[in-house]
C-alpha cells in the first residue's frame, strides 16, 4: 500500500533554514507529483507547492516564491521540502501528498518550530 | 488565483441529523474535460487530512454513503445525511483546475 514517512520534528531560530524529507512506496514514483501543504497553529490548510515524479518540474505558491524548493531523489523514492529565511509565522504543521487525481495518501506530518 | 470561499466557519451538529456545507469559487472549476476539480478533505483532531470526495461528486475509497458532494461551475457542496460522532473535524474544499491549488478556509464540525 502506498506509505508517506515524513522526517522528524525540527526546532529553527528566525532566519534559519528547514528541509523536510517524505519518504515513498507502494507505487510507481514517476507516476505521481508530491505536493506539499502546511497547516499553522490557529489556521486553515495552505498549499505551498508541487514537484512532478515524472520529470522534477515544480509549482509554488506565490506566497513561497523565492523562498521555498521542492526536490526530490528518483533512487529513494523521496521527495524534500526546503524552507528558508524562517520566521515565527512559519511555525506550522508540514504534511506531504500524494494522488492521481486528488490527494488520497498523505505523510504523518512535520512539526516545524521557528522561535529564537 | 483562484479564490476559495466557504461557508459556515463554525457548524454545531447533533447526531443523526443532516449537515450541509458549501463552498464557492471565484471562477468555475469546470475543465475542457467536463469535470470540476473540486476535492473536500476532513481534518480530525491531531491527524492528517484524509480525502473524501474528488472531481465535485466523487467518494473516496472508504468513504460512507451518507457523504455525498454536488455542484457545478463555481458553486459546491458537502452533505452528510446523518451525522456521527466520527464526524468531527475541520471540513476544507479545494480546488484542483489550476496548478497552483488553494484551499477554503474550512469549516469546523462539532457535535452539540
Known amino acids: 500500500q502506498v506509505q508517506l514517512v515524513q522526517s522528524g520534528g525540527e526546532l529553527k531560530k528566525p532566519g534559519a533554514s528547514v528541509k523536510v524529507a517524505c519518504e515513498t512506496s507502494?507505487?510507481?514514483?514517476?507516476?505521481?507529483?508530491i505536493s506539499w501543504v502546511r497547516h499553522a497553529p490557529g489556521q486553515g490548510l495552505e498549499w505551498m507547492g508541487w514537484?512532478?515524479?515524472?520529470?522534477?518540474?515544480?509549482n509554488y505558491a506565490q506566497k513561497f516564491q523565492g523562498r521555498l524548493t521542492l526536490t526530490m531523489e528518483t533512487s529513494t523514492t523521496t521527495g524534500y521540502m526546503e524552507l528558508k529565511s524562517l520566521t515565527s509565522d512559519d511555525t506550522a504543521v508540514y504534511y506531504c501528498?500524494?494522488?492521481?487525481?486528488?490527494?488520497?495518501?498523505w505523510g504523518q506530518g512535520t512539526l516545524v518550530t521557528v522561535s529564537s | 488565483e483562484i479564490v476559495m470561499t466557504q461557508s459556515p466557519r463554525s457548524l454545531p451538529v447533533t447526531p443523526g441529523e443532516p449537515a450541509s456545507i458549501s463552498c464557492r469559487s471565484n471562477?468555475?472549476?469546470?475543465?475542457?474535460?467536463?469535470?470540476?476539480?473540486l476535492d473536500w478533505y476532513l481534518q480530525k483532531p491531531g491527524k492528517s487530512p484524509q480525502l473524501l470526495i474528488y472531481?465535485?461528486?466523487n467518494r473516496a475509497s472508504g468513504v460512507p454513503d451518507r457523504i455525498s458532494g454536488s455542484g457545478s461551475g463555481t458553486d459546491f457542496t458537502l452533505k452528510i445525511s446523518r451525522v456521527e460522532a466520527e464526524d468531527v473535524g475541520v471540513y476544507y474544499c479545494m480546488q484542483g483546475l489550476q496548478t497552483v491549488r488553494t484551499f477554503g478556509q474550512g469549516t469546523k464540525m462539532e457535535i452539540k
Open positions: 472531481l465535485g461528486s
Open positions: 471562477q468555475s472549476l469546470l475543465h475542457r474535460n467536463g469535470y470540476h476539480y
Open positions: 501528498a500524494v494522488g492521481r487525481l486528488a490527494y488520497d495518501y
Open positions: 514537484i512532478s515524479g515524472f520529470n522534477g518540474h515544480t
Open positions: 507502494g507505487y510507481i514514483f514517476n507516476n505521481y507529483g
